[in-house]
């Protein structure tokens, strides 16, 4: 159980790396598009057609193929070998390959009406609906070989090789925004058209990274055409309810964007901005553990230690929980100032940097719920149980429309971004009930004492960041004393936490230190 806990530790280590990277890069790219497109009509296209490919990357891609494949392929490799699991990857991903292009050309065909659907309110706009029905069709080869590239980092994973594919979204952000800096300096092309061409050229080059980490591990991707096989047979009954109850925090997003579409102009993007803001964190800790763990659960699974797992889930639920209530306290306290010094400038203005505090403020009450569905829903798919994720997760869709719908009216972009996260709370407030039963037991006194100081050190922490943020004009926008003020406060707030986590003896902290010092002697 060690073991396990430090082989999750450690790789969620690297992912999380990575993604810091990455996310790094993804704010970069958002200074970038805010500068260029500001809040308005290019923007609002842009955001509703990326989010298009961006919800089907995480249904087929993230969502279904690593639920339903990586639990058969660990099972596969564990029981019959290296060469066996070898042979289910290259059918799975011919299979894969096949689906996702006539996924693809269909999606070409249709996009009038997917935009129709997606962007209702768009349809009233023809410029911003024509344009966004131009922006889908050019970036709708990205879940092809995005897809694919997550099914390459499903066996990667499973081999405990998490660099490549943790590494893979750098190039997305790199490649959009080299895209928008060359063709705005040196072509006469808009911004959105050449965000959308770096999108699906990221795509390639994506797929292509993990190829020679592939054949590192002496796996090969050559078609193979037979389809007969029962371990294939179990991934296609567990991708269809696995591709909805792994992606539920996206489609409650996009039931946001859709009702964003009938808001004032500008509503897209006020979403989009604050949800990239909640991704950061949401990226580095949740999905970066996600990530890890899930191969760990199925192990653990596979070989019938349901007390191991349930200690799997234990720890890690305390382990987001040490970052993502003190991230959500910062992001609560410091909004302005994040969203100001981030995006504020060009074309986006201090009434942009209000609206999308304010709806980043109700993404960020949930932050705690869209983190924990990650290792709760990986634990049911480690179990091969993508039924309960889809059931729970279909009433969750139904919360934040219904919600949403009740919202809108009197908080606008706020009142979306609050039903989507009632809805991800009810989401994982039900399936960690339900798999408390399946475990049988559960470490209670020992998670919420976790939690407890967790808060309590959180609540500490946002004493510097009050006083902190007063010493910023957060309405003039980004500038170099802005940018001071804003790190100091972040400096200042993580050394509080840190300090005070230490004093009540956070078991969270006495884990990580331990394995720094592994690594340190290794």
């Known amino acids: 159980m060690v073991t396990e806990r430090k082989a999750i530790t450690r790789a969620a280590g690297v992912v999380g790396f990575w993604t810091v990277l990455s996310r790094v890069l993804g704010f970069v790219r958002d200074m970038v598009i805010a500068r260029f497109m500001g809040a308005g009509l290019g923007a609002d296209a842009?955001?509703?057609?990326?989010?298009?490919?961006?919800?089907?990357?995480?249904?087929?891609?993230?969502?279904?193929?690593?639920?339903?494949?990586?639990?058969?392929?660990?099972?596969?490799?564990?029981?019959?070998?290296?060469?066996?699991?070898?042979?289910?990857?290259?059918?799975?991903?011919?299979?894969?390959?096949?689906?996702?292009?006539?996924?693809?050309?269909l999606g070409i065909l249709a996009c009038p009406w997917i935009v129709r659907v997606i962007a209702p309110g768009f349809f009233q706009d023809p410029e911003k609906f024509d344009l966004t029905v131009c922006l889908t069709r050019i970036m709708f080869p990205y879940i092809f070989f995005i897809s694919l590239v997550a099914l390459a980092s499903g066996v990667l994973n499973s081999m405990g090789h998490f660099a490549a594919p943790a590494a893979a979204p750098v190039i997305l952000n790199i490649c959009m925004i080299g895209s928008v800096l060359f063709t705005t300096t040196s072509l006469n092309t808009s911004p959105s058209h050449a965000l959308a061409w770096g999108v699906v050229i990221a795509g390639f080059l994506q797929l292509l990274l993990q190829f020679p980490f592939l054949r590192r591990e002496d796996i090969s991707f050559k078609p193979s055409f037979d389809f007969n096989?029962?371990?294939?047979?179990?991934?296609?009954?567990?991708?269809?309810?696995?591709?909805?109850?792994?992606?539920?925090?996206?489609?409650?997003?996009?039931?946001?964007?859709?009702?964003?579409?009938?808001?004032?102009?500008?509503?897209?993007?006020?979403?989009?901005?604050?949800?990239?803001?909640?991704?950061?964190?949401?990226?580095?800790?949740?999905?970066?553990?996600?990530?890890?763990?899930?191969?760990?659960?199925?192990?653990?699974?596979?070989?019938?230690?349901?007390r191991g797992l349930t200690q799997s889930v234990a720890f890690s639920l305390r382990l987001i929980g040490f970052f993502t209530i003190p991230a959500s306290v910062g992001l609560i306290v410091l909004r302005e100032p994040v969203v100001a010094t981030l995006f504020q400038r060009g074309k986006f203005t201090f009434i942009d940097t209000q609206a999308t505090a304010y709806a980043l403020l109700w993404y960020t009450?949930?932050?705690?719920?869209?983190?924990?569905?990650?290792?709760?829903?990986?634990?049911?798919?480690?179990?091969?149980?993508?039924?309960?994720?889809?059931?729970?997760?279909?009433?969750?869709?139904?919360?934040?429309?219904?919600?949403?719908?009740?919202?809108?009216?009197?908080?606008?972009?706020?009142?979306?971004?609050?039903?989507?996260?009632?809805?991800?709370?009810?989401?994982?407030?039900?399936?960690?009930?339900?798999?408390?039963?399946?475990?049988?037991?559960?470490?209670?006194?020992?998670?919420?004492?976790?939690?407890?100081?967790?808060?309590?050190?959180?609540?500490?922490?946002?004493?510097?960041?009050?006083?902190?943020?007063?010493?910023?004009?957060?309405?003039?926008?980004?500038?170099?004393?802005?940018?001071?003020?804003?790190?100091?406060?972040?400096?200042?707030?993580?050394?509080?936490?840190?300090?005070?986590?230490?004093?009540?003896?956070?078991?969270?902290?006495?884990?990580?230190?331990?394995?720094?010092?592994?690594?340190?002697?290794?």
């Not at 989010?51 to 490799?77: C, D, H, K, M, Q």
């Not at 429309?401 to 009197?410: E, F, Q, R, S």
């Open 229 to 306: 096989n029962p371990a294939l047979i179990r991934i296609g009954k567990l991708f269809v309810p696995a591709a909805l109850g792994g992606a539920v925090y996206q489609v409650n997003v996009m039931i946001g964007t859709i009702l964003a579409s009938l808001l004032q102009p500008g509503g897209v993007s006020w979403l989009y901005y604050a949800d990239r803001l909640v991704e950061l964190p949401l990226g580095i800790f949740a999905i970066a553990l996600g990530t890890a763990v899930l191969p760990s659960m199925s192990r653990l699974a596979d070989s019938g230690d349901m």
């Open 365 to 522: 009450v949930g932050l705690w719920a869209f983190s924990g569905l990650k290792v709760v829903t990986q634990a049911f798919f480690s179990l091969k149980d993508t039924r309960t994720p889809v059931k729970v997760s279909l009433l969750a869709v139904v919360t934040n429309l219904a919600g949403g719908l009740i919202l809108m009216v009197p908080m606008e972009q706020g009142g979306l971004a609050l039903a989507t996260s009632l809805a991800a709370a009810l989401n994982v407030a039900i399936l960690f009930i339900i798999l408390v039963r399946r475990l049988g037991t559960f470490p209670s006194k020992d998670f919420v004492l976790s939690l407890i100081r967790i808060s309590a050190a959180s609540a500490v922490m946002s004493i510097p960041l009050f006083y902190g943020r007063a010493l910023g004009e957060w309405n003039t926008g980004s500038n170099v004393q802005n940018l001071l003020v804003l790190s100091g406060c972040i400096s200042a707030g993580l050394f509080t936490f840190a300090l005070v986590s230490v004093l009540l003896g956070s078991p969270e902290v006495k884990a990580l230190r331990k394995l720094l010092s592994t690594q340190s002697r290794e």
């Open 46 to 105: 842009f955001f509703v057609a990326f989010r298009i490919p961006n919800l089907l990357r995480r249904l087929f891609a993230e969502g279904a193929l690593s639920a339903a494949f990586i639990p058969t392929y660990v099972e596969t490799l564990q029981r019959h070998g290296r060469d066996e699991a070898g042979k289910l990857a290259r059918r799975i991903f011919t299979l894969s390959a096949i689906i996702l292009l006539v996924v693809t050309l």
